[in-house]
Nanobody
Framework: QVQLVESGGGLVQAGGSLRLSCARSGSIFSINTMGWYRQAPGKQRELVAL???????NYADSVKGRFTISRDSAGNTVYLQMHSLKPEDTAVYYC?????????WGQGTQVTVSS
C-alpha cells in the first residue's frame, strides 16, 4: 500500500517562504505523477502543482512564479518550495500520487500565512 507523508507546514508571515516535503513509500512503480493540492476552509480542494516522473510540471495560475515543485532523483520525495507567501495561500496542503494502479493522498499539512 502506497503511503504519502507530508511535512514542512507551519505558520509564516506574508512574504515569507516554506518548503513542503512529501515522502512516498510502499510503491514498486517508478512511473507516476505526483503533486500538491490545497484546501482552504469552506473551499474546494484545488490543484497547486504537479510533476511527472519525466520532470514535466504544471502549476495553478495563482502560484506561478512563486512556487516550485521538484522531486528527488529516486522519485520518492516531492518538494514544494513556496516563496512570497500570501494570506490567501493559507490552507491544508495535500500530497497526491497518481499511478497506473491507484491514486493516493497524504493526510495533509497546514500552512498558515499571517498578514
Amino acid at each position: 500500500q502506497v503511503q504519502l507523508v507530508e511535512s514542512g507546514g507551519g505558520l509564516v508571515q506574508a512574504g515569507g517562504s516554506l518548503r513542503l516535503s512529501c515522502a512516498r513509500s510502499g510503491s514498486i512503480f517508478s512511473i507516476n505523477t505526483m503533486g500538491w493540492y490545497r484546501q482552504a476552509p469552506g473551499k474546494q480542494r484545488e490543484l497547486v502543482a504537479l510533476i511527472s516522473s519525466g520532470g514535466s510540471t504544471n502549476y495553478a495560475d495563482s502560484v506561478k512564479g512563486r512556487f516550485t515543485i521538484s522531486r528527488d532523483s529516486a522519485g520518492n520525495t516531492v518538494y514544494l518550495q513556496m516563496h512570497s507567501l500570501k494570506p490567501e495561500d493559507t490552507a491544508v496542503y495535500y500530497c497526491r500520487c497518481i499511478e497506473s494502479v491507484g491514486d493516493y493522498w497524504g493526510q495533509g499539512t497546514q500552512v498558515t500565512v499571517s498578514s
